[in-house]
């Protein structure tokens, strides 16, 4: 049976703007974005998310306001499990996916309602990440799980620049 399995975990503060958040880097990623930074989670490895989710948050949830999942949207149905364990926490949620919404419109729909914060886009080495005034790439705060505000400018403020 198919997991949705993580690689590790960790406490960051510049993924999700303003929030303080306990990301999952997930592995199984079938976009493998040319100049990826991760290319390590390209493989179907690590521990089964699932299992182990609970614990961790039970260990940070008193310093984080947010749960990022970096990718892991290749399997919807235990991404959307795992989004329930976040809202049960009463935490915030963010998903970072390396698709785009344009032609994923309902697979992205459905979890729109329980997150509040999503990334989408391929990584393009040439075009750069959320801090480049360039990227194709766009950081979403959802409202209403529904309506997109733009965020990606966030990653830009000053102190960010090289």
């Not at 199984?28 to 100049?35: D, Q, V, Y």
């Not at 947010?66 to 795992?82: E, P, R, V, Y």
């Amino acid at each position: 049976i198919y997991m949705l399995k993580y690689i590790n975990y960790g406490i960051c503060f510049q993924e999700v703007p303003n929030e303080i958040a306990l990301y999952f880097n997930i592995s199984g990623c079938k976009i493998r974005c040319p100049g990826c930074h991760s290319e390590y989670l390209w493989e179907d490895n690590g521990k089964p998310l699932l299992e182990d989710i609970v614990p961790i948050i039970d260990k940070y949830k008193n310093y984080i306001s947010c749960i990022c999942f970096m990718g892991g949207t290749h399997d919807m149905t235990q991404l959307t499990s795992a989004i329930n364990i976040v809202k049960e926490n009463k935490l915030k949620a963010c998903i970072y996916t390396g698709e785009n919404y344009e032609g994923n419109e309902e697979k992205f729909n459905k979890i729109l309602e329980n997150i509040d914060y999503i990334k989408f886009g391929p990584y393009i080495e040439e075009l750069g990440g959320l801090d480049k005034e360039t990227t194709n790439q766009k950081f979403y705060e959802v409202v209403n799980g529904a309506l997109f505000v733009d965020k990606t400018y966030l990653f830009r403020k000053s102190w960010n620049k090289n």
